[in-house]
C-alpha cells in the first residue's frame, strides 16, 4: 500500500479519535515536538524504526521521548497502536499528516519568519496582526535568525514568499542594474 494513503488513514483515525475525546490540541502539541525533535535526528529515528531486530516496546519509547512532556493518553495509545501494526516508520508521515488536518480545521498558517537579527515581541506581534488580517487565519510562527540577510526579514507563508530584506534588496538591485 502507497505511504501516503496508510499516513491520511492514520492521521485521520487519529484526528477523528482526538476530537472524540476532547484531546486534538493536546495530541497536536505532542506531534509537534514529535515533528520536530525527529527532523533535528532523522538518520537515527529510521534506522531504530525500520529496523525489525527492535523490540516494539523500545520502539515505543523511542517515539515517546521524541514527543516529549507532557504526552496525553490518547497519543500513547497511538503510538502503541502503530507499532503493534508495524507501521512504526510511517509515524513521521502521520503526524505530519495530522497537523495538517488541525491546521486546516483550525485556520492556521504555518509560518517562516527569518530575520538577520532576534525579532522583537513587538515585531513578533506584527507580523502575526499583518497575517490575521492579510489571510484572515491565525499563524504559527517558525523564527530562525540569518545574520546574512543584514537587515530585514524574509516571511513565508504557505507557498507564498515576502523577502523585505537588505539582502534580497541588494539582490533585485544588482539584477536591475545587469539587465539594463
Do not use: W
Not at 492556521?108 to 488580517?133: G, R
Not at 504559527?140 to 507557498?159: A, K, M, T, W
Amino acid at each position: 500500500m502507497d505511504n501516503g494513503k496508510i499516513s491520511v488513514r492514520y492521521a485521520r483515525a487519529l484526528f477523528q479519535t482526538a476530537q472524540n475525546q476532547g484531546c486534538e490540541d493536546a495530541v497536536y502539541d505532542g506531534l509537534t515536538r514529535f515533528a520536530h525533535n525527529y527532523l533535528l535526528a532523522i538518520a537515527q529515528f529510521n534506522e531504530v524504526l525500520a529496523d525489525p531486530i527492535v523490540a516494539q516496546e523500545e520502539k515505543v519509547k523511542l517515539v515517546e521521548m521524541a514527543v516529549g512532556e507532557p504526552i496525553h493518553d490518547c497519543l500513547k495509545q497511538f503510538i502503541t497502536f502503530v507499532t503493534d501494526q508495524k507501521r512504526e516508520d510511517k509515524m513521521f508521515l502521520i503526524a505530519m499528516k495530522f497537523m495538517e488536518m488541525y491546521r486546516t480545521k483550525h485556520n492556521i498558517l504555518s509560518t517562516k519568519v527569518t530575520t538577520a537579527t532576534e525579532l522583537s515581541e513587538n515585531s513578533y506581534d506584527k507580523i502575526k496582526a499583518f497575517i490575521k488580517q492579510t489571510f484572515d487565519a491565525d499563524a504559527e510562527v517558525d523564527v530562525h535568525i540569518d545574520p546574512s540577510l543584514i537587515g530585514g526579514f524574509i516571511l513565508d507563508i504557505e507557498n507564498t514568499r515576502m523577502d523585505a530584506s537588505v539582502a534580497g534588496q541588494l539582490n533585485a538591485l544588482k539584477n536591475r542594474l545587469k539587465s539594463s
